[in-house]
């Protein structure tokens, strides 16, 4: 079966320095990935999406940026994060082909001090 | 732009209680919708989802959700919660992209 993990689970930076977040999927070949962020009464914002290994498509443009080093394998960096960072983040796959459900990490929970 | 309403951001529901959630999407072409909830402390997790056909589906754990392309509408149903369903409920739309556009969701709570 399929499982999809995100690390680290929680994260406390401060502000001007470097992030990582990654995301990978068991299970699977070729999948879609996003990254999503969550906050509270704002649902879910889609800030990239991946159709493959280096193939990266951005939403919203921020301070964030994603790449797709390996085909499974999908991270979130920030050169210098900003408060405005702060938030729940979720990594998603979906098989490729028609459009299929999404399936959710657990999120890693940034906040930026 | 695409974009997913959800009309009840709060519900507080007594258990037994019937439940229907609003969802609204604008977009004229071809879409496939969902429904994720996301219970405390637990990943999203899909409930439903329509890609054709049957307009009425049905997910798990006695939800039901109901498709009308000429209101843009995917209201999300159950005729009796439990407090179990306490949870934040999300829709999605995708217009068959890779694309997902989601709504804001809405935080039920259950009384016992």
């Known amino acids: 079966s399929q499982t999809i993990h995100q690390w680290p689970a929680t994260l406390v930076q401060p502000v001007g320095s470097p992030l990582s977040l990654e995301c990978t999927v068991e299970?699977?070949?070729?999948?879609?990935l996003y990254w999503y962020r969550q906050a509270a009464g704002r649902g879910l914002q889609l800030l990239f999406y991946?159709?493959?290994?280096?193939?990266i498509s951005s939403e919203v443009p921020q301070n964030l940026s994603a790449s797709r080093p390996q085909d499974r394998q999908f991270i979130l960096s920030s050169k210098k994060l900003l408060l405005s960072d702060s938030g729940f983040y979720l990594c998603?796959?979906?098989?490729?082909?028609?459009?299929?459900?999404?399936?959710f990490g657990p999120g890693t929970r940034l906040t930026v001090t | 732009a695409q974009s997913v309403s959800q009309h009840n951001h709060h519900v507080i529901l007594s258990e037994a209680a019937s439940l229907e959630l609003g969802c609204n999407y604008s977009?004229?072409?071809?879409?496939?919708l969902f429904w994720y909830v996301q219970y405390p402390g637990q990943h999203l997790q899909l409930l439903l989802k329509?890609?054709?056909?049957?307009?009425l589906v049905k997910g798990i754990k006695g939800f039901e959700a109901e498709f009308i392309k000429s209101k843009f509408s995917f209201n999300l149903r159950k005729p009796s919660v439990q407090w179990s369903d306490t949870a934040e409920y999300f829709c999605?739309?995708?217009?068959?992209?890779?694309?997902?556009?989601f709504g804001t969701g809405t935080r039920l709570k259950v009384l016992a």
């Open positions: 998603a796959w979906t098989a490729v082909g028609p459009p299929y459900e999404q399936y």
């Open positions: 999605a739309v995708t217009p068959g992209t890779y694309k997902y556009i």
């Open positions: 977009y004229g072409g071809t879409v496939n």
């Open positions: 299970g699977t070949s070729n999948p879609n």
């Open positions: 991946s159709v493959g290994i280096g193939q």
């Open positions: 329509y890609f054709s056909g049957d307009p």
